[in-house]
């Protein structure tokens, strides 16, 4: 519980005995000053229990993360980032951690039923907060292609993990809830690509959460190796819940010299979820290092993707797809982050809005002063369906290099009267006209996933939506 | 005597926004299987004309009838003209990203018969028969609907949706603005094509050029000037409006 003293903020104790203010023990400021995000279920006690048992490195990294989340505020709306999402919608206050070892262990059918029929080359299944079942294509794993759960992969391959996990991509200093994550993840998914290395197939993960007022912190850690290529859906489902059900993710990608990766995150939660997740990927060298983020269900969703670009030649595609409905709340805060000089990165992100629904698009091109010829270019296109959606489009760059070619644009508009005329006068009723407008909104977005199978899939995700 | 398929009578329409009169008082009818052209100047309303038949939610019918084989046509929403036997190629056709053709005329084909489920395979074996009627790669089906298309590519478009839609009565509008004399002439050839095989089908052609009229010949040719038809004729009253241009149509300028 943090109410009543929001603002007030605590310092680490090294910090406090700076300048003659180490008098003040910590123990009584914390009588005192409660630490903003910890709550009932939240608290050191919990991180922990959830470091114990982990290899040193690790659980140094986790309770480290602890610290970093003890340290960092929560953010408020005066924060640009942070302006049009009240923390308080993601109810920290109203759930209970949800420990891996609960539940009968059984599988439930609705979580089962996510992948089946899906061609995979590997089929990860968390539910709640365990990884329920993982299988991967034995020719695969022969090659040396690992499909684990994270805190396995710790103890059975740390060379691949420790360099990786919550270093350069996510660390706890990301932000908040990446700290957050760092602290108390347990269904991770760590997938490993050796040199060289093609799979065909996409990696298939579904997250299900069965039960509400629980909490989950789900993690992914790709790594794919120099000319390795793999494709990732990370994919969330659940019932519609009349309590809140709180999902703090955190996905890491590394595209090692000429890999390409596709990584898809397809957010379909029920009513009452909220989703909050912390992304980046690295592209090195000439890697090939594509994203595409879907917002359909749950209550609030909060992404924070950054694409860094570490390598000349390396390119990024970051779409983005969101559909909101009913007070549905989504926040993307993008950022693409070119370092080093002939790097490529496009982003296209695209929603549509009905009833009362409200989204935001934030994003930033950063070219550093050593990036010249750089491409980059960033848009983004609203469609209100209704005259009570808000869309706040918020497109931005920031260029210290001279030699570059970037872009960026945003829109928010409604169904054209012209585009309807056309259409009807073609025998279509208006609602059939307007789904078609909309469907082909979203198709252009559909048309660059270079992963027909799940194209299909998301477009038949749209179609439930539509009206 | 058959009866007019379309016949309009004092028909008057006002831009919906400010309620400028850009109709005042228009006569027309046409009898099934014939092929009529509006011909005028620029500003006489004949684009309006087209919209307001065809619905455009731009314009406001203030005044006079518009029956549609016998329906009062101005009763209708777009859609139900449509399906009624009504078409109209626009003059400027719209851009819609990410709908392919094979995808928006199916739903068009499917929107005329509701109740019964498309036969794909059928569908598909019309479009392509359509398409090789019209000289059109099979490939053209598979782009998005007017999106980056040339003027040509526009046209032909509209044209292939004709030919799936088997109207009753085509209204093309200025289906020759912007398009030089070879794509003209495949347009045109086109129409005429879709006219062997269903030659009722009654065509309202709305030009500011008699050139097209080289090509799709008129059975009679109106003069339109101010919001109504000022003149009516043969053939031959389109080759004199070229030679002599439609200087005596104009109003004087105190009149505007």
Same mark, same amino acid.
């Given at each position: 519980m943090f109410a009543?003293v929001r603002g007030v903020r605590i310092r680490r104790v090294s910090d406090a ?9 910590l123990v009584?400021a914390r009588?005192?000053v409660t630490i903003e995000g910890v709550t009932a279920a939240i608290h050191r006690g919990a991180a922990e229990a959830r470091a114990a048992?982990a290899?040193?490195w690790l659980r140094e990294r986790r309770l480290r993360a602890w610290e970093v989340y003890e340290e960092t505020p929560l953010p408020t709306?005066?924060l640009?980032e942070w302006?049009?999402t009240?923390v308080s919608k993601l109810c920290l206050d109203d759930v209970a951690l949800l ?30 907060a ?35 996990l919550a270093t350069?991509a996510v660390p706890a200093e990301f932000g908040k809830f990446a700290a957050l994550n760092g602290a108390l993840w347990t269904a991770g ?25 629980v909490a989950i912190f789900p993690r ?26 709180l999902s703090c993710g955190a996905v890491e ?21 909220r989703h909050v997740s912390a992304q980046r ?19 609030? /969703?909060r @992404?924070d993707?950054?694409?860094?670009? *570490?390598?000349?030649?390396?390119? =990024?595609?970051? &779409?983005?797809?969101?559909? %909101? ?84 644009? /945003?829109? @928010? ?5 012209? *585009?309807?005329?056309?259409?009807? =006068?073609?025998? &279509?009723?208006?609602?059939? %006209? ?34 | ?256």
């Amino acid at each position: 519980m943090f109410a009543g003293v929001r603002g007030v903020r605590i310092r680490r104790v090294s910090d406090a005995g700076g300048a003659g203010g180490g008098a003040i023990p910590l123990v009584e400021a914390r009588m005192t000053v409660t630490i903003e995000g910890v709550t009932a279920a939240i608290h050191r006690g919990a991180a922990e229990a959830r470091a114990a048992g982990a290899p040193d490195w690790l659980r140094e990294r986790r309770l480290r993360a602890w610290e970093v989340y003890e340290e960092t505020p929560l953010p408020t709306t005066s924060l640009e980032e942070w302006r049009y999402t009240d923390v308080s919608k993601l109810c920290l206050d109203d759930v209970a951690l949800l420990e891996p070892g609960a539940g009968s262990g059984e599988i439930p059918a609705e979580a089962r039923a996510i992948l089946e029929g899906k061609a995979a080359a590997g089929r990860v299944l968390q539910v709640g907060a365990r990884i329920a079942s993982v299988e991967v294509d034995p020719t695969l794993a022969a090659k040396g292609v690992v499909v684990m759960d994270l805190a396995e992969a710790a103890v059975a391959h740390r060379e691949l993990v420790e360099p990786y996990l919550a270093t350069r991509a996510v660390p706890a200093e990301f932000g908040k809830f990446a700290a957050l994550n760092g602290a108390l993840w347990t269904a991770g998914v760590f997938v490993y690509v050796p040199r060289g290395v093609r799979i065909e197939e996409p990696i298939r993960v579904a997250r299900w959460v069965g039960e509400p007022g629980v909490a989950i912190f789900p993690r992914t850690l790709i790594v794919a190796d120099e000319g390795s290529h793999v494709a990732y859906v990370d994919e969330f489902a659940s019932p519609d819940f009349g309590r809140p059900v709180l999902s703090c993710g955190a996905v890491e990608v590394f595209a090692r010299t000429g890999a390409q990766v596709q990584y898809v995150a397809l957010q379909r939660w029920g009513k009452g979820v909220r989703h909050v997740s912390a992304q980046r990927t690295i592209a090195e060298r000439d890697a090939d290092l594509d994203t595409l983020v879907v917002n359909l269900g749950g209550s609030v /969703a909060r @992404v924070d993707l950054e694409a860094r670009l *570490e390598g000349p030649g390396a390119r =990024s595609d970051m &779409l983005g797809l969101y559909f %909101a409905r009913e007070d549905q709340h989504f926040d993307h805060n993008t950022r693409q982050d070119h370092v080093v000089p002939h790097a490529n990165s496009d982003l296209l992100y695209k929603g549509a809005l009905y009833d009362r629904a409200n989204t935001v698009f934030r994003g930033l091109i950063k070219v550093y002063p050593k990036a010249q010829r750089t491409d980059a270019y960033q848009t983004n296109r609203n469609l209100l369906l209704s005259p009570d959606a808000q869309a706040v489009s918020l497109p931005n760059l920031e260029i210290e290099a001279n030699d570059v070619r970037c872009s960026h644009g /945003a829109t @928010v508009g409604h169904l054209e009267d012209e *585009e309807l005329f056309y259409l009807m =006068s073609r025998g &279509l009723p208006r609602p059939v %006209a307007e789904r078609l407008v909309i469907f082909g909104f979203f198709g252009e977005v559909l048309e660059r996933l270079p992963l027909p199978g799940v194209v299909e899939e998301l477009r038949a995700a749209i179609e439930a939506q539509l009206r | 005597m058959s009866e007019p398929i379309l016949k309009i009578s004092n028909l008057h329409a006002v831009v919906a926004e400010d309620g400028t009169e850009i109709l005042r008082g228009v006569d027309l009818g046409l009898k099934p299987g014939e092929i009529h052209a509006i011909m005028g100047p620029n500003g006489s309303g004949k684009s309006t004309l087209a919209k307001v038949l065809m619905g455009h939610p731009g314009y406001e019918a203030t005044d006079g009838e518009v029956y549609f084989k016998g329906e009062d046509l101005l009763e209708l929403e777009p859609d139900e003209r449509s399906r009624q036997g009504l078409f109209l190629a626009f003059q400027y056709p719209v851009e819609i990203p990410g709908v392919s053709i094979a995808n928006f005329l199916r739903t068009a084909v499917q929107s005329k018969n509701p109740d019964e489920e498309l036969d794909i395979f059928e569908f598909q074996e019309k479009l392509l028969d359509r398409m090789q009627l019209l000289g059109m790669d099979p490939s053209f089906a598979e782009r998005s609907v007017n999106d980056g298309f040339s003027g040509g590519e526009k046209k032909r478009n509209e044209i292939l949706q004709l030919a799936m839609l088997e109207p009753d009565l085509a209204i093309l509008d200025e289906t020759d603005s912007g398009l030089d004399i070879d794509a003209l002439k495949i347009v045109a050839e086109g129409v005429n094509r879709i006219r062997e095989e269903r030659p009722e089908m009654t065509v309202l052609l709305i030009t500011h050029y008699q050139r097209l009229l080289n090509y799709i010949r008129p059975d009679v040719v109106h003069v339109m000037a101010n919001g109504r038809i000022v003149r009516s004729g043969g053939p031959e009253l389109a080759l004199e409006l070229e030679e002599k241009g439609y200087e005596e149509f104009r109003e004087p300028a105190a009149a505007v």
